[in-house]
């Protein structure tokens, strides 16, 4: 036994021996794999002389070997052994270009350049190899850590995930790898689930996706089943369930449906609906219009089972007191009707109007003139400044007292009569002054004798400053008017006359005189505004001897205008100039002399007038509260500002002041939360204290101005504690800090 012992050891030194000694063409094609005790930096030495093969080799890599093997091995037979026995005792080998391989650690494999195989050459054996694996139907971030529990990953095996593609990189040896890429292509497959479409003939779509969806959250637990449990989708278009599933609850759930579709009884077939924002009245005429193509399109319908069916008419009417609609159809039509009312019965938007009105006047006369007359009759005589010599001369005639006559009572020829002479009666004053009511400016008069002259001089500056801002809020496509004025009454003639002498009578007329805004919003796609105006200022200039007169400035037009936006609608900028001069001929052009033989009179006027509008959108009730806040803490301010000066002479009296606007009713409680917080952490009451001091310094031109600055102040602290993503939060927190102000006033 020991002699048989020691023959097989002979002979497997002399193979090994002369596998060592021999040339490697020799053995080029069958190798001999038996190593025992032998360093595995020899073991490599031998591997890369016999395969032809430069090797670098890491210099942590150390250790014996044992390895006997009773097969000869061709060339790829004995790389798959040296990498083998490589993996066994914790190194990798990657291969380089030029025929150069390197053997490393496990761990370090998976970091180095590592060949990306593919379907066509994956690798086999202990190759180190990575893959990219595209998935379908599973997502690989999901895949990807139950992978890794079949990978060696404390070695060189890695498995990555990346989203975006959707895709797995796998790293690790060959064989390792393609059994992973197997795995993932037997998961990535789409399950036994199918679509399947269910038209209904009597019952609603939603409601029977609501009866089916109620019913599985009952019976199943979904998060314990998932997948056991189908999804039913609503198709309101076509009045179809769509079925989505395995096919064994696919069928279960199709049954269910089919058999709820039944027709409703005829007694349910009367419905009140109550209707929050649309009118019921002016409804019925659009649902009635709705209802008779219904009838007319399923005249000659046929019901599921076949044959024909009698359709009831479609009845519709409106109970004014509970602004109701009572709608009597058949299930299919009242569906429709249903249909129909959800999209009208909406809260329509508002549209704030605000015109301002500006108007800027600058006018200047000058006239100068000198009349001259005598009681002969001759001298001037100018109409163009004021009253006339003549009219003037004729009021101081008619002032002069009249002298009494000599009276003797029983006549002259009575003896012993006494006469008497009766008092003087004072003169009439009304034409003197109503020339003098004519004069403007100075008039002075000069006589000697029977000579007179009237002098007159007058120069005049005028300027005027209208600001006008009407506002009016009304719903969209909804017509609005305002009028800020008065009713001027106007003389008329009619064409009766009176019977007793013949003249015609007089009737009088009234036409109102003032602001005038007349607006029509129409609220496009986004924030814009399509506004049909007309817009009309007029005022009373004077009167004359017919009758008064009326400057009317008027606008009609259609603009476009964002929310929020000023444009301007309209405009007038007039500039005269006017002179006038009456002379005597020849005479009133005499140089310097002259001067007594005309009057002059020069007239400059300069007007400038400019329509604004201005709309903004109120599509909520926070818009609205914040608006309405804002004007109502602005008019409260100018109250409190007079409260504060007080009465002149009545220093007892109250000036009436508008109740507190307590925006806390109106407002979510989020934004009450944070105004409190604000209020107790940032020293709020300071603040609207110095708001107050500011508007009882300030005039009423300037109120608004200091409550706009204090509202911006208060809503960008209020941002640092809570985002606000719209502009309707933007406008509830600046109305918010506004009555703040206004409650600590």
């Known amino acids: 036994m020991h002699k048989k012992?020691?023959?097989?050891?002979?002979?497997?030194?002399?193979?090994?021996?002369?596998?060592?000694?021999m040339s490697p063409l020799a053995w080029s094609e069958q190798y001999a794999a038996n190593f025992k005790g032998t360093d595995i930096e020899e073991f490599i030495n031998v591997v890369g002389k016999n395969l032809n093969k430069t090797i670098i080799v890491d210099p942590t890599v150390r250790g014996k070997i044992n390895v006997r093997s009773y097969d000869l091995l061709n060339n790829e037979q004995y790389y798959q052994f040296f990498l083998n026995v490589l993996q066994v005792y914790g190194y990798a080998v990657v291969e380089m270009d030029n025929n150069i391989i390197k053997v490393i650690k496990d761990k370090d494999a998976k970091t180095a350049s590592i060949r990306v195989a593919d379907d066509n050459i994956p690798g086999v054996g202990d190759e180190m190899v990575t893959r990219i694996v595209a998935l379908y139907n599973t997502e690989a971030k999901q895949l990807a850590p139950l992978l890794r529990q079949l990978n060696d990953n404390a070695g060189g095996g890695n498995v990555v995930n990346y989203d975006p593609s959707n895709v797995l990189m796998i790293s690790g040896r060959a064989a390792v790898v393609?059994?992973?890429?197997?795995?993932?292509?037997?998961?990535?497959?789409?399950?036994?689930?199918?679509?399947e479409v269910v038209p209904l003939d009597y019952a609603s779509a939603g409601e029977i996706v609501r009866i089916v969806e109620a019913l599985y959250r009952s019976s199943t637990n979904q998060s314990r089943t998932p997948g056991k449990s189908p999804k039913v989708v609503a198709d309101e278009r076509m009045n179809a369930v769509l079925v989505s599933g395995d096919e064994k609850s696919r069928k279960r759930v199709v049954s269910l449906i089919k058999r709820l579709d039944a027709e409703q009884a005829s007694a349910g077939n009367t419905k009140v609906r109550y209707l929050k924002y649309a009118d019921a009245e002016e409804l019925v005429e659009v649902l009635t219009g709705v209802a008779e193509k219904l009838v007319d399109a399923n005249v000659g319908a046929s019901p599921k089972g076949g044959g024909s069916k009698k359709r009831n008419e479609v009845n519709i009417m409106a109970d004014t007191g509970t602004n109701a609609l009572i709608i009597t159809a058949e299930p299919d039509q009242m569906r429709t009707i249903d249909s129909v009312i959800n999209q009208l019965d909406?809260?329509?938007?508002?549209?704030?109007?605000?015109?301002?009105?500006?108007?800027?006047g600058d006018g200047d006369n000058v006239a100068f003139g000198v009349q001259m007359?005598?009681?002969?009759?001759?001298?001037?005589?100018?109409?163009?400044?004021?009253?006339?010599?003549?009219?003037?001369?004729?009021?101081?005639?008619?002032?002069?007292?009249?002298?009494?006559?000599?009276?003797?009572?029983?006549?002259?020829?009575?003896?012993?009569?006494?006469?008497?002479?009766?008092?003087?009666?004072?003169?009439?004053?009304?034409?003197?002054?109503?020339?003098?009511?004519?004069?403007?400016?100075?008039?002075?008069?000069?006589?000697?004798?029977?000579?007179?002259?009237?002098?007159?001089?007058?120069?005049?500056?005028?300027?005027s400053n209208v600001l006008s801002t009407p506002s009016v809020t009304t719903l969209d496509n909804e017509e609005a008017t305002i009028t800020v004025g008065e009713e001027v009454p106007i003389l008329g003639t009619s064409q009766a006359s009176d019977s007793g002498n013949g003249n015609p009578l007089q009737t009088v007329e009234r036409e109102p005189v003032g602001v005038i805004l007349k607006v029509t919003p129409q609220i496009n796609e986004g924030n814009s505004v399509k506004l049909v105006i007309e817009q009309e200022v007029s005022n009373v200039n004077g009167t004359t001897d017919i009758d008064i007169t009326i400057s009317t400035r008027n606008v009609t037009t259609t603009v476009m205008a964002d929310d929020g936006e000023i444009v301007v609608i309209g405009g007038l900028i007039q500039e005269s100039v006017q002179e006038s001069v009456q002379k005597v001929p020849f005479l009133g052009d005499i140089p310097v002399i002259g001067w007594l033989f005309r009057s002059s009179s020069s007239k400059k006027t300069k007007s400038n007038l400019m329509i604004f509008i201005k709309p903004t959108i109120i599509r909520d009730e926070g818009t609205m509260n914040g608006v309405a806040g804002r004007k109502y803490n602005y008019f409260r301010a100018l109250q409190l500002e007079q409260l504060e000066r007080g009465i002149n002479l009545m220093p007892d009296s109250q000036v009436p002041v508008l109740e507190e606007w307590n925006q806390?009713?109106?407002?979510?409680?989020?934004?009450?939360?944070?105004?409190?917080?604000?209020?107790?952490?940032?020293?709020?009451?300071?603040?609207?204290?110095?708001?107050?001091?500011?508007?009882?310094?300030?005039?009423?031109?300037?109120?608004?101005?200091?409550?706009?600055?204090?509202?911006?102040?208060?809503?960008?602290?209020?941002?640092?504690?809570?985002?606000?993503?719209?502009?309707?939060?933007?406008?509830?927190?600046?109305?918010?800090?506004?009555?703040?102000?206004?409650?600590?006033?």
Request: aromatic content about 4%; charged content about 25%; glycine content about 10%.
């Open 5 to 21: 012992y020691i023959r097989k050891k002979l002979i497997a030194g002399m193979v090994m021996g002369a596998s060592l000694l």
């Open 373 to 463: 007359g005598s009681l002969a009759g001759g001298g001037t005589q100018f109409n163009n400044i004021g009253p006339t010599i003549g009219e003037v001369g004729a009021g101081i005639w008619d002032m002069k007292p009249v002298e009494g006559d000599l009276v003797c009572p029983g006549g002259d020829n009575v003896s012993g009569a006494k006469c008497e002479n009766n008092p003087d009666t004072p003169g009439d004053i009304t034409a003197l002054a109503s020339a003098i009511g004519k004069v403007s400016g100075m008039a002075w008069g000069v006589t000697m004798g029977d000579f007179g002259a009237l002098v007159q001089a007058v120069a005049s500056d005028t300027t």
């Open 346 to 360: 909406i809260r329509r938007a508002q549209v704030l109007v605000e015109a301002i009105i500006v108007e800027v």
């Open 664 to 745: 806390s009713e109106y407002l979510p409680p989020e934004v009450n939360d944070i105004l409190e917080r604000y209020k107790a952490g940032k020293g709020l009451d300071t603040k609207m204290r110095r708001s107050d001091d500011a508007l009882k310094s300030i005039s009423e031109s300037k109120a608004q101005d200091a409550i706009d600055a204090e509202a911006e102040a208060a809503a960008s602290s209020e941002g640092s504690h809570s985002e606000r993503t719209s502009a309707e939060d933007s406008t509830v927190e600046k109305s918010t800090a506004v009555s703040e102000d206004s409650s600590n006033e």
């Open 178 to 195: 393609n059994k992973l890429v197997e795995i993932v292509r037997r998961v990535d497959k789409q399950g036994d689930t199918a679509v």
